[in-house]
């Protein structure tokens, strides 16, 4: 029993985390609650759809057994196009493995040097910090400077 009360403990602390990692705005909270039930933000930051994508994406799991709304979904498909849309920035210093992959184009060995380096020396300030990290393709960060926010 007490390792079960453990596990759902370490979750919640995850969840947070995860929760903290996205942007404020509207719908964030209900994004939380419908999203981050079933899975981390890694699947929701790696894509970058329109937002009707956002809203099919959303219906579909829906389908597969998400609890929400019609209102509760729009509200989650205008804040995930909002910032993650087709046009949107990486945010890099709360960007996961998956996003720094799909978005940036990084290798896996790429990915995992960007969140280490992260870890140990804090958040980046501009692009050309990004291009000290060890391991790093520096021309994959400067074609992609301008997607980037800090």
Known sequence: MLILIAAASMAIAADDEEAKA??????KDVTVTVCL????TGNIRKRRLTKEGWAEKV????????EATESQQATVADYLAQ????????RINTAPFEE?????????????????YRK???DFKSWEDLVKVPGLDAKKIETKKESIVF
Request: proline share 4%; hydrophobic share 35%.
């Open 22 to 27: 996205l942007p404020d705005g509207p719908g």
């Open 37 to 40: 039930s079933c899975h981390g």
């Open 59 to 66: 219906a579909d799991m829906v389908d597969r057994g998400a």
């Open 83 to 90: 910032n993650f849309g087709q046009n949107s920035k990486l």
């Open 100 to 116: 720094l992959r799909s978005v940036l184009g990084l290798s896996v060995e790429e990915s995992k040097a960007v969140l280490s």
């Open 120 to 122: 140990d020396n804090g």
